[in-house]
């Protein structure tokens, strides 16, 4: 699987755009880029996934660049409830593997 | 509808101890993951149940950790002579089979945290 690499953490104020940084410049043409996200306390939650286009749900956007090596996760308006550590995910199945490899995320605190 | 389930949520044993760790998943969902939480660490996968055998055990770190699945549904976790190094937090994480390239959603538990004194 490619490897990630996501700053330690981040601060955003709430009701602004949280922007959220992944490098994966080892990915592979299938291999997917997942997000998801961990409250305290609590098990992840995925959030968004995407290939190559950039990809909108209710939760956030993902925004992949043309070469796949990096991507960008967006919460368009922060609340405190979207304090967690984000985790950025690069999978493809090719490995044979179906577990998620989780490396140390991001950890965001969004600042009232 | 019900989500991932794990009991107990928190467990305390002493040194030496055998524990269980039980995981219901979502109804309907085939394929089944134990992760292991360390304090300030991402989740660290142990085993991954496609039904009811372990279609990849390659995570679990040495013959005292075992898990079952005997019925494809409910899965328990069990630990042999509990070491303080496999004080944790156990998640468990559920989801429908993957197909083509993209994996699915995995549903995670709230997890077990486990405390070997």
């Known amino acids: 699987d490619a490897k990630t690499t996501q700053p330690t953490s981040m601060d955003c104020a709430e009701g602004r755009a949280a922007n959220l940084p992944c490098n994966h410049s080892?990915?592979?043409?299938?291999?997917?880029v997942y997000w998801y996200r961990q409250i305290h306390s609590q098990g992840p939650q995925y959030i968004i996934h995407?290939?190559?286009n950039n990809e909108t749900n209710e939760m956030a956007s993902l925004i992949i660049t043309e070469d796949r090596k990096s991507s960008t996760l967006i919460l368009p308006h922060a609340t405190l409830r979207d304090t967690a550590v984000y985790y950025c995910?690069?999978?493809?199945?090719?490995?044979?593997?179906?577990?998620?490899?989780f490396g140390s995320g991001t950890r965001l605190q969004v600042q009232p | 509808g019900a989500g991932v389930s794990q009991t107990p949520s928190n467990k305390v044993t002493e040194k030496g101890k055998y524990v269980e760790l039980r995981c219901d998943p979502i109804?309907?969902?085939?394929?089944l993951y134990w992760y292991r939480q360390s304090l300030g660490q991402g989740p660290e996968f142990l085993i991954y149940?496609?039904?009811?055998?372990?279609?990849?055990d390659s995570g679990l770190p040495n013959d005292r950790f075992f898990a079952v699945r005997p019925e494809g549904s409910v899965s328990t976790l069990k630990i042999q002579r509990t070491e303080r190094g496999d004080s944790a937090v156990y998640l468990c994480?559920?989801?429908?089979?993957?197909?083509?390239?993209?994996?699915?959603?995995?549903?995670f538990g709230p997890g077990t945290r486990l405390t070997v004194l």
């Open positions: 994480a559920s989801s429908l089979s993957p197909t083509g390239a993209l994996l699915p959603e995995q549903f």
């Open positions: 080892t990915i592979s043409g299938n291999e997917y």
């Open positions: 995407g290939l190559k």
């Open positions: 995910i690069v999978r493809g199945l090719d490995t044979g593997r179906r577990a998620l490899t």
């Open positions: 109804s309907g969902h085939t394929a």
């Open positions: 149940f496609q039904g009811t055998g372990a279609a990849d």
